[in-house]
């Protein structure tokens, strides 16, 4: 019988521990987390979720958690960027650039870069 990781919820409760149980009721028990599961109730049905529920440690703001990826990914292509004999050309996300803020110099962040137009521009269709 192959493992998953689920999250804990009234299903998981009420069958932990009574899996024979459950193997004997298969029939009832499994249309009724059917019904469960398309009517998107996660509590009567079991939710399958990764090995990285583990890594999480706190539920914060998406804008935090956006912030965060930013910081990380600017100070690894800074660091890599910085290596001295670094025989890799710098590292750059598409699309964007650091931007130097105005104090110290340290990089505020990442910006946007407009794409450069070439050639004329095509009107767009109208039906």
Same mark, same amino acid.
Do not use: C
């Given at each position: 019988m192959r493992r998953a990781t689920l999250l804990r919820n009234r299903f998981t409760?009420?069958?932990? *521990?009574?899996e024979d149980e459950l193997v004997a009721e298969a029939t009832t028990v499994g249309e009724e987390w059917k019904a469960a599961y398309a009517a998107g109730?996660?509590?009567?049905?079991? %939710? %399958?979720?990764g090995e990285a529920i583990g890594l999480i440690q706190d539920i914060r703001?998406?804008?935090? %958690?956006?912030?965060?990826?930013v910081e990380e990914a600017r100070d690894l292509l800074e660091a890599r960027n910085a290596?001295?004999?670094?025989?890799?050309?710098?590292?750059?996300?598409?699309g964007f650039s650091l931007r130097?803020?105005? %104090?110290?110099?340290?990089?505020? *962040?990442?910006?946007?870069r407009r794409p450069r137009r070439r050639g004329p521009q095509?009107?767009?269709l109208t039906p």
């Amino acid at each position: 019988m192959r493992r998953a990781t689920l999250l804990r919820n009234r299903f998981t409760e009420m069958w932990d *521990g009574r899996e024979d149980e459950l193997v004997a009721e298969a029939t009832t028990v499994g249309e009724e987390w059917k019904a469960a599961y398309a009517a998107g109730d996660a509590d009567g049905s079991n %939710v %399958v979720i990764g090995e990285a529920i583990g890594l999480i440690q706190d539920i914060r703001p998406a804008k935090d %958690v956006i912030a965060q990826l930013v910081e990380e990914a600017r100070d690894l292509l800074e660091a890599r960027n910085a290596a001295p004999h670094s025989s890799h050309r710098p590292l750059a996300l598409s699309g964007f650039s650091l931007r130097r803020s105005a %104090v110290g110099g340290r990089a505020g *962040g990442l910006t946007r870069r407009r794409p450069r137009r070439r050639g004329p521009q095509t009107p767009p269709l109208t039906p």
